[in-house]
């Protein structure tokens, strides 16, 4: 981004705080004119008032605090902490019911004297663009309901006329959302059919679609949609499908990059139907709400708000490489890296796609390396120009990107994606921790101290309503038939407001500790063969402490202490614990279990109870512990594509964390049993290697090769002819013309079809290729990519294995 960006940037948020002194001094002054002091004063004050008035004031608490100052409220508006993320649906809430010192008839008096006044200005301006005056109307019945008139009719009536007077713009129903929640049953369902009858819906024409939208987002925003019947939910999303294509040649002669009108449509049926997932679990509402926002981008391919969306339902189905290629068309660059990358990152991270989630990770990094150097000239730059207020602004931004959670995070993932690339390379994973101080570099950045300051930047309004956070997604949780509208808002608040609280932290704070461990491992690992002399071996006893005190901060990452940790290992193990009641951290655990078999080869003491130096049970209990998890998930996988959410995923993370870690620490026992530089004397130590202990390390291989075997025979087994993989997508698309899915994705079929005869121009134009077969065909190509590129992972392993066996063998032999 260029230095004139940039200044032109925070000179524009600079002009908006402005604004919004402006209108708190202005009705400040006013509060002052109906004291009666300083008239000459407030002659000014009412004319700055009459200025911003003219403004479309979008945002309730600037509203709110205008009148709190007029009625003397002690107005405490929630401030935007740094690193916090705020639900604005929510945090208004604190401010409903500020005291007030005056009188119940002294703030009657003002409230009227304020209606009146801009009660003229309404008459003075007649401009649709003009909301504010209107807004203020609604905002001074709302603050009459709170002093004491809770039956209020006029507040009703207020929001009526402002739905017959903007009803038809796209922002009016987020213009009164906070008033919207006010209103009783019968309140709502008298605004309902006060909009509905405010239009002909047959009409074809800017405004009745801007109506039509604006009745839809109502009902979505006061969750009248929530508590409808299945039928009526898809009927509901058929007619927003139908409304989207009647109206299409009301936008033939946009530019292409020009909004549509009515794309809204698009996203709430989406929405819709993923609900009637979330209700159903039938894959073919899911299935419709994917096509329902591929033809819309089809139509027009720059709406980002459909690809948003598709980024996640295409994760959540598991057809990453569609995720990842519409993430892509976002064209996220500069800043937006850092607001905007959560949608895909995580998922990314989790997948065998490893190439292409450090593609993601390197550009992040460059961004931000490079604008951290830049800050300075920044900062020149603005002093020269004079503008001294952005000296502060910049150095205020650079330090909070410093302190980004998601930059500490990715940091952390470049070295750990590396490791998992490169872990059938031992020099190459040397080389790699080698430029991290051996992995102290990276324990060092997440210390108690810095992680207490770290900011959240993430813009998580853009996220679909079913995973408010990267770590929740609503979809994988039953349906609960009992919840209401306002527990959902709630819910999805409260996830938003305690992410940094959240598992990034724990997180962050278990990753920074693995690649000192690998190295601590592998170093650890190197003394494992050689035969004891008769008062012992030696042993790096400071490598060793500085191990276990790793593995205890390991241990409360996962919110247990050593002790109890080691207990649990041992016990899924040994099938006392069922693994299940871990599952959540259940990679943590197994890479848990791999660096505690390398802290016992290098320990003096035996570490784990009822084992000592020469027992192989340290190997066998990870070797049980790996099987266990891999042959459970293995057990309860469902079918791919046609099972959302599916253990691919977790599958990946097992075979690129732990297990890649296990076979470092295998190499590098390998590697010790091979003399380095010069010719060793006959009987030296590396020429009679332990058996047993070679034994033990042999067993493990095999076992590990059987387990990766294991995986890659299902994977195997997931992949299906590409005709029958779409004919098994296309039955749940079969439903009857009155019952389950299949309506709309027909309705598209026939709309795409019909398009040149009906619509003409450019759109029939792009809609001609258009099939729902054709975006289904797409995403069991997906599904068989993802396949496709964990049995590469697990090949690589399977022959690094075979190496090591052969090698072990000859040994042995």
Known sequence: MSQKRFLSIFQFWNNRRSMM??????????????????????????????????????????????????????????????????????????????????????????????????????????????????LANIEIERRRCLSGNPNNIKLMEALVKYFHRFGHLSCSASDVEIYLHMLSGNEISELLDAISGSFDASAVSVNTLGLTITLFKVQELLGTLFTKSTAELQGIAKRMVDTFYKNLPLSNELDPQESMYGEELLSMASSIL??????????????????????????????????????????????????????????????????????????????????????????????????????????????????????????????????????????????????????????????????VSHGTKLVGLSNEDSMKHLTFNEDLEARPWWTPTSSVNFLSEPFDEASTPASYRTKMCKHKSNEKDGPKLKDAGRKSLVPRLVYLSMHGCTTFLRESESNGASSDVTATGEMKTLLEKYARSIGYSFDDALSIVLGMSSGKKAVKDFAPDIVSWMSFAAFINAWNLCSNEPVIPGTDRNSPNSWQIVDNLFRTCIEEQLTDARQMLTSPGNNIPLLARMVTEPISWHLLVIQSCMRAMTPQGKKKKKGSPLERPNTPRLQAIQSSVNCMADTLQGVQTWLSDQVKPEEQALDTLLSHLQGTSTDGPGQISRTLDESAAAANSEIGGRIAQSLEPWSSASVLRKIVGAGDETIAELKKICSQKLKLLASASASLSSALH
């Open 274 to 435: 993923v609900q009637l997932y979330w209700r159903t679990r039938n894959l073919g509402y899911l299935l419709e709400a994917i096509l329902v926002l591929e033809f819309g981008l089809t139509v027009r391919k720059y709406v980002w708000q459909y690809k948003i969306i598709l980024v996640h339902l295409y994760s959540y189905l598991g057809a990453l490489p569609l995720a990842h290629k519409w993430y892509l068309t976002l064209e996220v660059k500069n800043i937006l890296l850092e607001s905007v990358s959560h949608h895909i990152l995580p998922q990314m991270l989790n997948s065998p796609f490893l190439q292409h989630a450090a593609d993601l990770v390197k550009d992040y990094l460059k961004f931000m390396d490079d604008h951290l150097k830049e800050s300075a000239d920044l900062t020149c730059l603005a002093y020269r120009h004079r503008t001294y207020s952005k000296v502060i602004e910049f150095v205020q931004f650079k330090d909070r990107l410093q302190r980004s959670m998601q930059y500490l995070s990715v940091k952390l993932d470049f070295v750990m994606l590396h490791l998992k690339q490169k872990a059938e390379s031992l020099d190459e994973v040397e080389s790699i921790l080698e430029n």
């Open 21 to 134: 002194l402006l209108w708190k001094f202005s009705l400040e002054t006013w509060g002052l004119f109906l004291e009666g002091r300083r008239t000459s004063f407030v002659c000014r004050g009412v004319f700055l008032l009459k200025q911003v008035a003219m403004l479309p004031l979008r945002r309730y608490t600037r509203r709110s605090s205008s009148l709190g100052c007029l009625l003397e409220n002690d107005v405490n508006l929630p401030k935007p902490c740094t690193g916090e993320h705020t639900c604005p649906s929510c945090s208004v809430d604190s401010a409903l019911s500020n005291k007030t010192s005056l009188s119940q008839e002294l703030v009657e008096s003002r409230l009227t004297s304020a209606l009146s006044f801009v009660q003229r200005l309404q008459e003075n301006n007649s401009s649709d663009c003009v909301r504010g005056p209107h």
